[in-house]
């Protein structure tokens, strides 16, 4: 097996690939290190296969989006990412197979609701799920502490203890260590119940990551459009988010409702569907587009994506060009077919 750590620094992006078939997959690339991925690949002769994100980064770039463009690799995330541009979102238990290499897919949620860990052989890439004697914050949207002790000590933890652990990041110069070690030494988890975990995770203290929105709004809708001025954290908080079965009740009450989807065109025929009625603006398209909403402007808007990501931008971005009723379908298309409610295809 080929098996290398690439970055060296505080982010870890590790490379594996099958020494007999020449494949390869990257996880957790970072964008400005994407040329010496390539050089990498290239010197050894490997195929990307996967490019892999083990979560949606909220503290640097993903590289996924240019390794698809520039090595036409597969990008791979949970279901739950909100990114558009995904071509392979997995499951608990899927197996991704690199030449003879296979690597499982563990759904860990908690740092995020789209956290997985990969297990390989003899280790396992943790993300940020469980980091070497820490573990990664769950103050971020989406995140949940009690989640993520399920995840670590109900998935990770009954791995066997002498399996490896190599996780998107650690601060202190750690390279690996082992289930059993973290076990035993994490000083978060090592016997700590539910509750303990939840309370030092609460307290943490801890700010937020320079730069949080001008990465992670890029990292989840892949705008690239660098005039469109990203929504500060505070205006997308103002967004009134709508359950499913609201949204549902409104289009049934009438066709007082404009439904705004801003996702791209393939995910809108895609196999989640739109809600009937939907009209079509990709976010990226919106701000220019917005003209074409005008008749909107007395009505209620409610915009939809796929994850509630996207929209909740798309509804934030309208609010502050003057849209005054406008709200988000809350988990979006995923939330929306898990409910049974009615789609068009
Ligand atoms: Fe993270």
Same mark, same amino acid.
């Not at 990257?26 to 050089?39: F, H, K, N, Q, T």
């Not at 978060?188 to 990465?215: C, F, H, T, W």
């Not at 509804?315 to 789609?343: C, H, Q, T």
């Given at each position: 097996?080929? =098996?290398?750590?690439?970055?060296? %620094?505080?982010?870890?992006?590790?490379?594996? !690939?099958?020494?007999? #078939?020449?494949?390869? @997959?990257?996880?957790?690339?970072?964008?400005?290190?994407?040329?010496?991925?390539?050089?990498?690949?290239?010197?050894?002769?490997?195929?990307?296969?996967?490019?892999?994100?083990?979560?949606?980064?909220?503290?640097?770039?993903?590289?996924?989006?240019?390794?698809?463009?520039?090595?036409?690799?597969?990008?791979?995330?949970?279901?739950?990412?909100?990114a558009p541009h995904v071509d392979l979102h997995v499951e608990d238990g899927q197996v991704l197979e690199v030449g003879k290499l296979r690597l499982t897919v563990l759904h860990t949620p908690g740092h995020t609701p789209d956290g997985i860990c990969l297990l390989l052989e003899d280790?396992?890439?943790?993300?940020?799920?469980?980091?070497?004697?820490?573990?990664?914050?769950?103050? =971020?949207?989406?995140?949940?502490? %009690?989640?993520?002790?399920?995840?670590?000590? !109900?998935?990770?933890? #009954?791995?066997?203890? @002498?399996?490896?652990?190599?996780?998107?990041?650690?601060?202190?110069?750690?390279?690996?260590?082992?289930?059993?070690?973290?076990?035993?030494?994490?000083?978060?988890?090592?016997?700590?119940?539910?509750?303990?975990?939840?309370?030092?995770?609460?307290?943490?203290?801890?700010?937020?990551?320079?730069?949080?929105?001008?990465?992670?709004?890029?990292?989840?809708?892949?705008?690239?459009?660098?005039?469109?001025?990203?929504?500060?954290?505070?205006?997308?908080?103002?967004?009134?988010?709508?359950?499913?079965?609201?949204?549902?009740?409104?289009?049934?009450?009438?066709?007082?409702?404009?439904?705004?989807?801003?996702?791209?065109?393939?995910?809108?025929?895609?196999?989640?569907g739109h809600v009937p009625g939907s009209v079509l603006i990709p976010l990226k398209d919106l701000a220019a587009r917005a003209g074409e909403l005008e008749n909107a402007k007395g009505r209620s808007i409610v915009a939809i994506c796929r994850a509630g990501v996207r929209s909740t931008?798309?509804?934030?971005?309208?609010?502050?060009?003057?849209?005054?009723?406008?709200?988000?379908?809350?988990?979006?298309?995923?939330?929306?077919?898990?409910?049974?409610?009615?789609?068009?295809?």
């Open positions: 097996m080929i =098996f290398r750590e690439l970055n060296h %620094g505080k982010c870890k992006t590790y490379l594996v !690939g099958c020494e007999a #078939t020449h494949r390869a @997959a990257l996880v957790d690339p970072v964008r400005e290190r994407s040329d010496r991925y390539l050089a990498v690949l290239a010197y050894r002769g490997l195929t990307l296969d996967y490019a892999i994100d083990t979560h949606t980064h909220a503290d640097h770039r993903t590289a996924v989006f240019d390794l698809k463009d520039l090595a036409e690799t597969r990008v791979v995330m949970h279901r739950q990412a909100p280790r396992v890439f943790t993300g940020d799920t469980l980091l070497i004697r820490g573990t990664g914050r769950a103050d =971020f949207e989406g995140g949940d502490a %009690g989640l993520q002790y399920d995840s670590i000590t !109900g998935k990770l933890f #009954t791995l066997p203890d @002498a399996t490896l652990v190599f996780p998107a990041h650690d601060y202190r110069g750690n390279t690996s260590s082992t289930i059993g070690e973290e076990k035993r030494l994490n000083p978060r988890l090592a016997n700590r119940s539910r509750e303990e975990y939840v309370s030092i995770m609460a307290n943490l203290g801890l700010p937020l990551p320079d730069k949080i929105q001008e990465v992670l709004q890029p990292n989840q809708t892949a705008l690239e459009d660098d005039r469109i001025a990203f929504p500060s954290i505070a205006q997308l908080s103002e967004v009134r988010q709508l359950e499913p079965e609201r949204v549902w009740a409104m289009i049934r009450s009438g066709p007082a409702h404009h439904l705004l989807d801003v996702r791209e065109p393939a995910e809108y025929a895609g196999e989640l931008t798309a509804a934030a971005i309208l609010s502050s060009l003057g849209f005054d009723s406008v709200y988000n379908l809350k988990g979006g298309m995923l939330a929306w077919n898990e409910r049974k409610l009615p789609v068009e295809r």
